[in-house]
């Protein structure tokens, strides 16, 4: 089978890229917990309708979608927000207030490979569901924003919104809900000629259209602008969503984010937010520079629970990754600490009880059998990267005492066989971890 | 959407299940990674052919398939060996051997769902690559047996066997290729009538099936019997997959596994098996007490690569956990350390900063502030089986000591706000956790 390759969009990761995938999302899944945010986990594919429901039939261009036996579509899920209201809606309506999970895992999208997006790709996100207004959505501001710091990568921006503004404004002008969903979706894209044709073409008051244009043009900085207050005023609702946002800025600060530019004009591509939303990028990533997104929004009705305020955000793991990379940031991915060399048959018992013993002491390590010269043994440890390797020859059994050589300085020391393990332990805190 | 349930024979896991599956996950590549072996992730789909080529289209039943834009079929993996050895094959060949690696991932069936049996379930596996014949497969049981010693399993029966006898004795017979694979299934399967009436309709030698009952009937131990060398006498293939056998368990020995039985009547039910296979059960489960099976194979050549030695394994996570639930077995999730309780809305700019201070020094900690009394924060708390909790009124913040509350013993505590974060880390360690 010469010909078969993975498919097209899809990945293989090799255990050194293996290895700092594990660690950025281990860093990712402690701030959750940290946080308090517990993993959850649904299944790879769901019934069809679940997405295009709510979406439309238009997403399901965008997903994988196959039949089962009983004739019913199913998808490879697109993203992890609906699956996890199906799941609260269904199950865990019970549990104590605010439920605060996380999910760290893969999603599909049938879309043209092209750099920076995958057909199989990952997410890491959390969601708060039941939580107070304000306060849970600072929280899950600022679980990203660390989430994102704690990866290591320094060069991240975040805007900060609410879409209740610009809402407020259009439902103002009397536009009705199917075009404010269309006004909302060209903001987000920011094809803002399109917008103001289509306002200019049901919208008498060329004054209230302004006040559209002067949110957009709001200076960019992270206090909410003094003018802002004047553009709304007399709108009910814009005013609530400027209070509410002053809020969750407070919280913020509490939090420990000071980093964050106010933008009332993020409208975000889905119709299901309500309310806060935020955007984190990473501006040298270019075309596939946002990272991170999210924000407040009512699902569990829709599963028949009773409405219940939610707010959460996804991580694009792999632009993540990619950012991280272009910046040749230092991921300490642990390596192998020991490598076993018996040079000969007549050791190779002693060496291979010898190895059990420091893997069961919890310290990695390999050994070969196979007889090969020591500078093919040598060759195979720095392949490995161990940071030590141990010699056990027919002296060695004599004495009882192992030749243990540390890879990076060189450093050669004889140890006896049972104070092994307890010697790696204590070196690997003092010796200079191996890059 | 009420009526949208998670598809047919998957599952969601919640946050107490989780903490559980990730806990014994961890358990298992810790115990890999001190092994020296080191994590792969191939996609989610593949190319149908890579499954159907070699297994047949019987499989196909089995599997998940579906068609890409371009009509080419992709399928759910059923399995990780073939897409390991595929990425080894194109990718992985110039790494030094041997090639050590494993998964944790999903797989995906398309059988009808049934008790201990789901339509997507995890495995946990390992393979080496280009290993030594004995020394590798050694390994490999020591690791499968040790990732279920590790977590917590204790009744659970390990049997190791070597295909090269049955199979030398049937080439002895001049069984044809096709027919040593039927006779194989049905071994495997335990129909051994069927297995006799076809071997009376193609051999003549009566004496010569009589070996074959000899060895299927051969007393278990943990040793070989003396009598197989009596049975096998002149057949030089099954004599030298004996001795293959007794230098896998001389190094068994010195890998510290003792307990098992040695079964030569192991015939797996897939033909890519070459020499070394065993199994793993856990009798108390059943139908579904096979946790483990694996072995020797060849499947580098299938994919224009040299011949290499390969052997690996698969262990069912989800039987595991199934057995650990059954038994009852303590799993020690870590659980929410401290529980921040503003008493009102005067102190929550203080409380979220110490909260903040907390999880910066990776010590979970939740808070809620929302209005509540003080029982229903206790509540939430307990919910969260929270270790600590950590009250903040008016008085707290002009002495700048928090209250601070053993959850397990009740004992209170005041504790000056700049080392609540220390006094936490102190406490764990000596104070009885939580269960």
Same mark, same amino acid.
């Given at each position: 089978?010469?010909?078969?390759?993975?498919?097209?969009?899809?990945?293989?990761?090799?255990?050194?890229?293996?290895?700092?995938?594990? &660690?950025?999302?281990?860093?990712? @899944?402690?701030?959750?917990?940290?946080?308090?945010?517990?993993?959850? %986990?649904?299944?790879?594919?769901?019934?069809?309708?679940? &997405?295009?429901?709510?979406?439309?039939? +238009?997403?399901?261009?965008?997903?994988?979608?196959?039949?089962?036996?009983?004739?019913?579509?199913?998808?490879?899920?697109?993203?992890?927000?609906?699956?996890?209201? @199906?799941?609260?809606?269904?199950?865990?309506?019970?549990?104590?207030?605010?439920?605060?999970?996380?999910?760290?895992?893969? $999603?599909?999208?049938?879309?043209?490979?092209?750099?920076?997006?995958? @057909?199989?790709?990952?997410?890491?996100?959390?969601?708060?569901?039941?939580?107070?207004?304000?306060?849970?959505?600072?929280?899950?501001?600022?679980?990203?924003?660390? $989430?994102?710091?704690?990866?290591?990568? =320094?060069?991240?921006?975040?805007?900060?919104?609410?879409?209740?503004?610009?809402?407020?404004?259009?439902?103002?002008?009397?536009?009705?809900?199917?075009?404010?969903?269309?006004? %909302?979706?060209?903001?987000?894209?920011?094809?803002?000629?399109?917008?103001?044709?289509?306002?200019?073409?049901?919208?008498?008051?060329?004054?209230?259209?302004?006040?559209?244009?002067?949110?957009?043009?709001?200076?960019?900085?992270?206090?909410?602008?003094?003018?802002? /207050?004047?553009?709304?005023?007399?709108?009910?609702?814009?005013?609530?969503?400027?209070?509410?946002?002053?809020?969750?800025?407070?919280?913020?600060?509490?939090?420990?984010?000071?980093? &964050?530019?106010?933008?009332?004009?993020?409208?975000?591509?889905?119709?299901?937010?309500?309310?806060?939303?935020?955007?984190?990028?990473?501006?040298?990533?270019?075309?596939?520079?946002?990272? $991170?997104?999210?924000?407040?929004?009512?699902?569990?009705?829709?599963?028949?629970?009773?409405?219940?305020?939610?707010?959460?955000?996804?991580?694009?793991? #792999? /632009?993540?990754?990619? +950012?991280?990379?272009?910046?040749?940031?230092?991921?300490?991915?642990?390596?192998?600490?020991? &490598?076993?060399?018996?040079?000969?048959?007549?050791?190779? #018992?002693?060496?291979?009880?010898?190895?059990?013993?420091?893997?069961?002491?919890?310290?990695?390590?390999?050994?070969?059998?196979?007889?090969?010269?020591?500078?093919?043994?040598?060759?195979?440890?720095?392949?490995?990267?161990?940071?030590?390797?141990?010699?056990?020859?027919?002296?060695?059994?004599?004495?009882?005492?192992?030749?243990? =050589?540390?890879?990076?300085?060189?450093?050669?020391?004889?140890?006896?066989?049972?104070? !092994?393990?307890?010697?790696?332990?204590?070196?690997?805190?003092?010796? !200079?971890?191996?890059?």
């Amino acid at each position: 089978m010469p010909s078969i390759q993975r498919p097209r969009g899809t990945r293989d990761f090799g255990p050194e890229e293996m290895g700092r995938r594990r &660690y950025i999302e281990g860093v990712m @899944r402690k701030t959750a917990e940290t946080f308090g945010f517990r993993e959850i %986990m649904t299944p790879t594919f769901e019934h069809s309708e679940l &997405y295009t429901e709510r979406s439309g039939e +238009a997403i399901r261009n965008e997903m994988y979608t196959f039949k089962d036996k009983s004739d019913r579509e199913l998808a490879l899920r697109p993203e992890l927000t609906m699956p996890a209201i @199906r799941f609260y809606a269904n199950e865990l309506t019970h549990m104590s207030k605010p439920i605060k999970i996380y999910y760290s895992t893969n $999603c599909f999208r049938y879309e043209r490979p092209q750099s920076g997006r995958f @057909r199989e790709f990952w997410q890491f996100g959390a969601e708060t569901i039941g939580g107070g207004e304000y306060e849970a959505d600072a929280e899950i501001i600022a679980l990203a924003v660390e $989430c994102i710091r704690n990866s290591g990568l =320094k060069d991240f921006k975040t805007r900060i919104g609410h879409l209740g503004v610009l809402r407020a404004l259009l439902k103002d002008m009397d536009v009705d809900k199917e075009n404010q969903s269309k006004c %909302m979706q060209l903001i987000d894209k920011g094809e803002l000629n399109e917008l103001y044709n289509i306002l200019g073409s049901i919208v008498q008051s060329e004054e209230k259209i302004e006040k559209i244009k002067a949110i957009l043009d709001l200076e960019k900085s992270n206090t909410i602008p003094s003018k802002t /207050r004047d553009i709304i005023a007399g709108c009910e609702e814009a005013i609530k969503a400027i209070e509410i946002l002053e809020r969750i800025l407070t919280n913020l600060k509490a939090l420990g984010v000071k980093e &964050y530019t106010i933008d009332l004009g993020i409208a975000r591509g889905l119709d299901y937010y309500t309310g806060m939303v935020f955007e984190i990028d990473v501006p040298f990533l270019g075309a596939e520079k946002q990272v $991170c997104g999210g924000g407040a929004y009512e699902l569990a009705t829709l599963f028949d629970a009773k409405p219940t305020n939610s707010t959460g955000f996804a991580i694009g793991f #792999d /632009r993540v990754m990619m +950012a991280l990379e272009k910046k040749k940031t230092r991921i300490p991915v642990p390596t192998l600490v020991a &490598y076993v060399i018996p040079m000969n048959e007549n050791v190779k #018992d002693e060496a291979l009880r010898i190895t059990t013993n420091l893997r069961r002491n919890g310290i990695s390590c390999d050994i070969i059998l196979m007889d090969r010269s020591i500078s093919k043994h040598m060759k195979h440890a720095n392949s490995l990267k161990a940071k030590y390797t141990i010699i056990i020859g027919e002296d060695e059994i004599k004495t009882r005492e192992a030749s243990i =050589k540390n890879m990076e300085s060189g450093e050669q020391k004889k140890v006896v066989f049972d104070n !092994i393990a307890k010697h790696l332990k204590e070196s690997e805190n003092t010796d !200079i971890p191996r890059e």
